[in-house]
């Protein structure tokens, strides 16, 4: 805890000297998004947003617990904004912040710890007078955002959904997140015209799961995708991770009904063996995955398809890793995520016997790791002789201008005009050391 006070007036931000602000986001994109709306919030109160890492007057952190190598990131990040701003505020917000909030709170510059739902709060405790270092609410509220102009994204995060009532053995994030929760329809909506009338063309809905969607608020996820298909002004849809068992075919024949919804889906599979699987507490078996994956491609062949895999399940023997190898082999998964298992407290997994070493695990993920990059390679080598719509986010230092296809394929392309948050039709015309390379056709 630094010995600075802990108040400050948001007001005396408008003016010539603008206070800056700066933000790192881990995790994620339901943190993303969370993020933008905070971001927006100190923009509203005359706030400049400056890089993570330049002099700021408040750096905010917003933090993920997902697995050990998170928790550390969070801490150095902590320590590197102490160095870049030794005055300014620092606030260290979302699930690591309210999982470990005191030895935060211990960590030199640290000025406001934020749990999950108090992170939305920071504008009040930064006005504050208060000694107080942590505020952690457990009552998990619910609390819309959505990726705002002042972040600089170009596809818009909007989160539907919040907390999970799954008890993944492995997975901290009910105890971190809360109970599920979510946004009625006709709010949601509300929150996707603000984001299309600050210029997004292209919506990701986001949440913990949102497949819960309808078991929250009675209203069916369905519905709210249909809506959202017919807004004026939105172009592209995506949906970030679903899990599986939630994935129904009324649902992916809405998604096939319009051409703005994107061929990209995030599926997790964890593993590919049954009895992990069961360890795991999962809703699903390998040949139920199987037949999700398989609906996808009937109505989608040529989709991107991204799957979360942990590696070193407790017990997990070399023939059940090998097991989800096979797997990821015979299914057209193109996006791996890759993960070690990491032990997180107060889990079930965490008391389970035959914890895998370190080394096993290093070596299962980088297995893992070389042969999603080899599929995924092969995945943008077979789009080379068709085009695309590419929705362009920026231009790189090479001079090439990078965006993403429909299906979730980054393509590098040379234009003279200015591409940014443009979808252009493109020509997918040569693959090039390990980049899809295109060329504008309209
Ligand atoms: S579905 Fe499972 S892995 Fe995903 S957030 Fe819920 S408990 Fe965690």
Redesign the pocket.
Known sequence: MSEKSNSINLNESAGLNKKRVSFHTLGCRLNFSETGSIAQGFVDRGYEVVDFGAPSDVTFINTCTVTDGADSTCRNLIRKAYRSSPEGKIVVAGCYAQMDSERISKMTGVDLVLGTSEKYKVFDYLEEDSEQTVHIDKTASFYGAATSEAEGHTRAFLKIQDG?N???S??I??QARGRSRALPIAEAIENAKKVIDQGFKEIVLTG??IGEYEVNTGERLTDLVSQLLELEGLERLRLSSV?PNTITDELLDVFASSPKFMDHFHI?MQSGDDEILTLMRRRYSVDQYKEIINKVISRFPNAGIGADIICGFPGETQEQFNHTYALLKELPITHFHVFPYSSRKNTLAARMENHIQHGVKKERVRALKMFGEAKLSMFAEDQVGSSNEVLFERQNDKGFWEGYTKNYVRVWVKSKSDSKNQIRHVYLNDFVEGQLRGEILN
Do not use: T
């Open positions: 999970c799954y008890v993944c492995f997975c994030i009910p913990v799961n899990e997790p």
